[in-house]
């Protein structure tokens, strides 16, 4: 990994509020413009990003002691617990057991070089998340992701403590599902009072849902949430000093 120039870790406090989502879109956008990008999928229970990708039937082979990483026809390096189990396994570890895991992902991969790293959070500031930042070395920094509601608030504001306290640079926060049931114009407020950037939103909207469900990322899309997403982008990639 030390070839690894910029390393973002996508993360948030509550679940299913879109950071699989954000990762792969900004994976991907950042494959499709020519960078050499990888994404590592940390999350050891929701192993989504294969899915996400379209590569759920890819299996990963493996070169000496390394796994060398599924290509996805951009370019983009991926490599996932998805890759080496079954769909519809449960994966019923210990902390230890997913400590080593991400372990091998980051020491037992050929990432070859790469400018940058996308890596795919479970939900939460626990064991795991602290186990995962520690292990990745170096981080550039923090996005985090969240929807406008009340409760996903709190759960980002400790997100942006986590953060804080781990020494993890703040590249900002994003509104997802914006708009809507959901309500919108929260997180920049936040973001506001906590001091950190607000990156922009991205509406709630029937396509992204579906494109995740698919395997086609919306960002290869000319739609406005692509349009969204690249301004999105962008500030994440003036925020990486390596780039
Ligand atoms: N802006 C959006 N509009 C509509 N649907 C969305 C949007 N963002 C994400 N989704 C959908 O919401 C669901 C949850 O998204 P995703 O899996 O990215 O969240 P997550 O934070 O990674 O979840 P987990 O905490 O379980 O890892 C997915 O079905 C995804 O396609
Ligand atoms: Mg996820």
């Known amino acids: 990994m030390n070839k690894v120039k910029n390393r973002i870790l996508v993360l948030s406090g509550k679940g299913g509020v879109g950071k699989t989502t954000v990762a792969v879109n900004l994976a991907l956008s950042l494959a499709l413009s020519g960078k050499k990008t990888g994404i590592l999928d940390a999350d050891i229970h929701g192993p989504n990003v294969p899915k996400m990708l379209g590569l759920e039937d890819e299996k990963i082979k493996s070169k000496g002691n390394f796994m060398l990483p599924i290509e996805h026809k951009s370019k983009l390096k991926v490599i996932s617990l998805g890759f080496l189990i079954n769909e519809k396994d449960s994966v019923i570890w210990r902390g230890p057991m997913k ?3 991400i372990k091998q992902f980051v020491d037992n991969v050929d990432w070859e070089e790469l400018d940058y790293l996308i890596i795919d959070f479970p939900p939460g500031t626990g064991d795991e998340q602290i186990s995962a930042a520690q292990l990745i070395g170096k981080i550039t920094g923090a996005v985090i992701v969240s929807t406008p509601q009340k409760v996903a608030i709190l759960d980002s504001v400790r997100t942006i403590d986590f953060c804080r306290k781990m020494n993890i640079p703040l590249i900002g926060i994003i509104e997802n599902m914006s708009g809507g049931i959901f309500g919108k114009g ?12 607000f990156l922009g939103c991205l509406i709630l909207d029937k396509e992204i849902a579906e494109s995740g469900d698919n395997g086609k ?5 000319n739609s406005l949430s692509s349009d969204s997403f690249k301004a999105i982008t962008n500030k994440i990639l003036g925020a990486c000093k390596n780039g």
């Open 99 to 101: 400590h080593n895991l």
């Open 186 to 197: 929260t997180i920049a407020k936040i973001a506001d009072e906590n001091n950190i950037p």
């Open 217 to 221: 990322p919306f960002i290869s899309d």
